[in-house]
């Protein structure tokens, strides 16, 4: 019966991180926890790198996604610090080098904040075991997280093993408890471009309204990130993506992305999908919400069934393949509809 389990988890404020971690789809390594012992961060042994960490929350809050901050020093990693260096005039190397620290340290932003958890945090709203097939996702009314850890993990820009990580398996999750958070907390949220339920979703995501403004993007398939550019070709932002697949190229080319839509419904088509089991099964109608297949948000490109969309696994972003879309984490795209305006030019190169 779907919604059972997390019924009972939702009920209590007194469960673990650990043991709420194991009641993830086992599909995501993310929401495995660690099997060693538990080791502080800032002490020998943490899986998190304290310098990377605060690095990746420094990065993003430039406009330099990492996708999530996990303290790891890996390829997204190295490809937002690239691009930062980039638009600071610092050497291109991909490196913490010294310059760059002190670039990212005049931000003057703690690596990480200590928040008592409330209704914004944990919303009760959750669909556990998560269904795999679309008919059966089709019979939900929202496409909600699986239990309090991921909604955590994703509103603040990270996952439930970092969450761990951070606290320990043994800390508290629910109404009224004390978490070490990555410091993603926006300095401003007045989304005057959209109103309601879907700037209740930026909040919710912890998206800063202040953004740079871009003018255009170009997404170069071998460096696979996503450039946000401004009028005068100079680099304002970079979000890593997941861009196609053998089966589905990126569709190069000059597009425009013409509209927005938030919280989407997904008109699933299985003609339309090479790995789809039955192809000639019929056609969904999934619910909107931040497990859908596109996440929280979808940019329309004119190019037929194309977009730019989140994602209900921010862990593999940049890592896996796409069905040819761009695909980001449900809080990058929606900082990307801030800084870019409909209509805006998007440059698909190899």
């Not at 790891?72 to 010294?98: H, I, Y």
């Not at 297949?293 to 989140?310: F, M, N, Q, S």
Request: overall charge positive.
């Amino acid at each position: 019966m779907i919604r059972s389990r997390n019924l009972v988890l939702a009920a209590s404020s007194l469960i673990a991180l650990a043991s709420i971690a194991t009641a993830q789809n086992a599909s995501s390594p993310a929401a495995k926890p660690a099997a060693k012992q538990w080791v502080a961060p800032g002490t020998p042994g943490s899986e998190i790198d304290g310098t990377v960490f605060h690095a990746q929350v420094l990065l993003s809050t430039a406009g330099f996604s990492t996708s999530v901050i996990d303290g790891k020093d890996g390829m997204v990693f190295k490809k937002a610090v690239r691009g930062f260096q980039q638009s600071r005039g610092l050497p291109v190397s991909g490196k913490l080098d010294g310059p760059t620290r002190a670039a990212l340290l005049q931000g003057a932003r703690p690596s990480t904040v200590t928040v008592r958890l409330t209704r914004d945090d944990i919303s009760h709203d959750y669909v556990y075991p998560f269904p795999k097939e679309p008919e059966d996702q089709a019979r939900l009314k929202r496409m909600s997280y699986r239990n309090m850890i991921e909604e955590v993990a994703e509103r603040y820009h990270t996952t439930p093993r970092t969450l761990i990580a951070l606290n320990g398996p043994t800390a508290l999750i629910g109404i009224g408890q004390t978490l070490r958070l990555p410091n993603v907390i926006p300095t401003a949220r007045n989304y005057s471009s959209v109103t309601g339920d879907h700037a209740a979703m930026f909040a919710k995501l912890n998206v800063d309204s202040n953004q740079p403004a871009g003018d255009h993007i170009v997404v170069d398939k071998s460096e696979g990130v996503l450039k946000v550019l401004d009028k005068a070709d100079r680099l304002v932002a970079q979000f890593p993506v997941t861009m196609g697949s053998t089966k589905d190229p990126l569709p190069l080319g000059t597009w425009k992305a013409t509209t927005y839509a938030f919280l989407p419904p997904f008109h699933y088509q299985p003609s339309l999908f090479w790995d789809a089991k039955d192809k000639g099964a019929p056609e969904e109608m999934l619910p909107p919400g931040p497990n859908g297949p596109v996440g929280v948000a979808w940019l329309d490109l004119t190019k037929e069934h194309y977009g730019i969309h989140g994602t209900p696994e921010p862990s593999t972003i940049g890592r896996a393949e796409s069905h040819g879309c761009i695909r980001m984490t449900n809080w990058d795209v929606l900082r990307l509809s801030q800084i870019l305006k409909p209509g805006f030019t998007a440059v698909f190169q190899a």
